[in-house]
């Protein structure tokens, strides 16, 4: 395996049924046998080759599950219907009533609603820690955790996470490190830091078409056939499989994706570079001003730069939204949630993709209201783009 998670995927090589270049999509909820005693054997996990029932696994999504699992240098992975589908299904496979997570306090939302609010209903509970503090994280560790949890950009604050140090305390203290690393696909390999465990959001840049929600799961062997377990697997029997259709159509948008993300990189790092000279409060990993900077650059993986996600805070959610929606009228983006398409896409985070969070909890970890989380595009003129956007900016007195 070459060092390059996206020559990984290009070397793959898939031939369909037929003799396609693409590998013929499974249309099958169900599979034949033609020995029954064959059937006994995948039940029982031992028929290699050999499909049971598409919520188990199917041929399209193990074509896709392997092309993930290249990128991020882990054995295997198993796709799933979405993010979140994959994020609870590893939390509830690893950990039962009375354990504990330490988790990052600047996780996606909709994970932080997940820990703070339905899991302690399994008597699951979490630690929400300052995850650039490796002295609290490993505080926070009691007898009872089971795991690490962090995002490798985090979302919307953009913090780094430490995979390497945070490595080396799951190790002594014989936990899992989970990383989900939705925002920064082929620019940071977490399982090539020390994490055991990377989840991805397929919806966001993998796919990069806006035109399905998904999931993957990316470990060892042994940890994704856990999960897949026809008596005890989170994701066999808690059920957010992807459907084969998609899985087909993500896996087609996956052999691009080196190409987006240099360009999502490249107009990310030009915005950020211009908006941050204009005197704007602009957080992005590629500024020098950005306090994870030099860790971002002793981790990531170079050609593909520093992201397509950056923030502007521009005081106040007033001013967020009159800026928001004189963008979207000039056609420089969408206001939507979401990230990775190849239209820019703009929403204020305080209000929308982490108002999970209390008011209170959001202040404290310095995320105000005024705050433009945008996910840049692949626009091919980005300094007509800056134009442009400066121009709003100065009509609604941002600038
Ligand atoms: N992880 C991160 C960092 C996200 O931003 C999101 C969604 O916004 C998710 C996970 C959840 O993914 P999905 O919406 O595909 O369930």
Excluded: W
């Excluded at 599979?31 to 031992?46: I, P, R, V």
């Excluded at 969408?334 to 982490?354: D, P, Q």
């Amino acid at each position: 395996m070459s060092n390059k998670p996206a020559n990984n995927i290009q070397d793959l090589q898939y031939f369909g049924e037929f003799g396609g270049v693409n590998p013929s999509i499974s249309d099958s909820a169900t599979y034949t046998f033609l020995h029954a005693k064959t059937m006994l054997d995948t039940f029982e996990g031992h028929a290699e080759g050999c499909y049971l029932y598409s919520r188990h696994t199917s041929p399209s999504n193990l074509y896709l599950s392997e092309a993930l699992a290249a990128m991020e240098f882990t054995e295997t992975a198993n796709v799933a219907a979405s993010g979140m589908g994959a994020i609870t299904s590893v939390f509830l496979q690893v950990c039962g009533a009375g354990d504990h997570i330490v988790s990052s306090r600047t996780i996606y939302g909709g994970s932080y609603a997940f820990l703070k609010n339905f899991a302690p209903k399994l008597n699951i509970t979490t630690s929400f820690v300052d995850i650039t503090s490796l002295e609290s994280v490993e505080k926070s560790i009691k007898p009872s955790t089971k795991m690490i949890y962090c995002e490798a950009i985090s979302n919307p604050l953009l913090e780094i996470a430490n995979i390497a140090e945070l490595s080396k305390i799951a190790k002594k203290h014989n936990i899992l490190l989970v990383v989900d690393n939705t925002f920064s696909p082929l620019l940071i390999s977490p399982q090539k830091l020390g994490a055991d465990i990377t989840i991805h959001s397929l919806t966001k840049f993998i796919n990069g078409t806006n035109d399905t929600v998904g999931g993957v799961v990316c470990g060892s062997q042994a940890f994704i056939d856990s999960l897949r377990n026809v008596n005890d697997g989170a994701a066999m029997l808690l059920g957010p499989v992807m459907d084969s259709l998609r899985a087909a159509s993500v896996l087609k948008n996956l052999r691009t994706l080196h190409i987006r993300m240099k360009k999502h990189s490249e107009n990310a790092l030009y915005l950020a570079e211009s908006f941050e000279d204009d005197g704007l409060k602009v957080v992005y990993p590629g500024l020098e001003s950005h306090p994870g900077h030099k860790l971002f650059k002793a981790l990531y993986n170079k050609e593909y730069g520093f992201g397509g996600i950056m923030t502007i805070d521009v005081g106040s959610l007033a001013k967020a939204n009159e800026l928001m929606e004189l963008m979207q009228n000039e056609n420089l983006g969408y206001l939507a949630v979401s990230l990775g398409f190849y239209k820019t896409l703009f929403s204020a985070s305080g209000s929308s993709t982490s108002s999970e969070i209390p008011a209170e909890e959001q202040l404290e970890m310095g995320l105000s209201d005024g705050i433009i989380r945008f996910s840049i595009g692949l626009d091919n003129d980005i300094e007509r783009t800056y134009r442009a956007m400066r121009k709003c900016m100065v009509q609604v007195k941002v600038l």
